[in-house]
């Protein structure tokens, strides 16, 4: 149980190109999901949490009119690279929660590459 | 601030040998600690401890925490190389906000 699943996996694309990434929680429903950020050898850094039907919550730094988020039902959250430039290649990865209590569940990743 | 802290950073070991992997956390409240185990894709969930004392057991993977400490350790015995990976350890602070520390790269060698 608590799979969750994040599509796609690896992207490469021009500089200016707006990239979506979708992450979606196969056998649960989750009440809140998260998206991070993570560079090479260095731990996650949340950028925002979201709610089912409410606008994200951004953490400090970080821009919503540049990574917009999108939670449209329980099962379903997505993340928009607005106008992507080199600076935001990375590793996004997306996680999950049924209830507060839980555990987050991750998703696979996205690599992100920008030329 | 919250903060939670691991070490090693890093840690190479013969197959066979045994690890703990350390975690130590500031935060103004505290849910729970969970330690995750990170290959080459995303986190994979190996424990959730909220209780001190009581010790967690998967295969050869165990944790404790003690919330008097502030301090959790993940033991990993008779080490293998599918052990190698980055273990990162998490504390849920409430409110769905979880706080990671920067891991601890495992490498263990044949």
């Known amino acids: 149980g608590a799979v969750v699943s994040q599509h796609p996996s690896r992207v490469i694309c021009k500089s200016g190109t707006s990239v979506k990434i979708e992450c979606r929680s196969l056998?649960?429903?989750?009440?809140?999901m998260f998206w991070y950020r993570q560079f090479p050898k260095k731990s996650l850094m949340l950028m925002a949490t979201s709610n089912e039907g409410s606008k994200a919550t951004y953490e400090q730094g970080v821009e919503k009119d540049k990574f917009l988020i999108n939670h449209a039902s329980l099962t379903l959250s997505t993340l928009t690279v607005t106008s992507a430039h080199p600076e935001d290649s990375s590793f996004y990865i997306c996680?999950?929660?049924?209830?507060?209590?839980?555990?987050?569940?991750f998703g696979d990743g996205t690599r992100l590459s920008i030329l | 601030e919250d903060k939670v802290v691991q070490s090693p950073l890093s840690l190479v070991v013969h197959e066979g040998d045994t690890v703990t992997l350390n975690c130590s956390y500031e935060v103004t409240n505290f849910r729970s600690l969970l330690w995750y185990k990170q290959e080459k894709k995303a986190p994979t969930f190996l424990f959730m401890l909220t209780s001190s004392g009581i010790e967690k057991k998967s295969g050869r993977l165990s944790s404790i925490l003690d919330k008097k400490e502030l301090f959790s350790i993940l033991n990993i015995t008779a080490t293998q190389t599918g052990d190698s990976a980055v273990y990162l350890c998490a504390v849920d602070t409430g409110g769905f906000k979880t706080i990671f520390g920067a891991g601890t790269r495992l490498f263990v060698k044949a």
């Open positions: 996680s999950a929660a049924g209830q507060t209590d839980q555990p987050q569940h």
């Open positions: 056998d649960f429903q989750a009440t809140t």
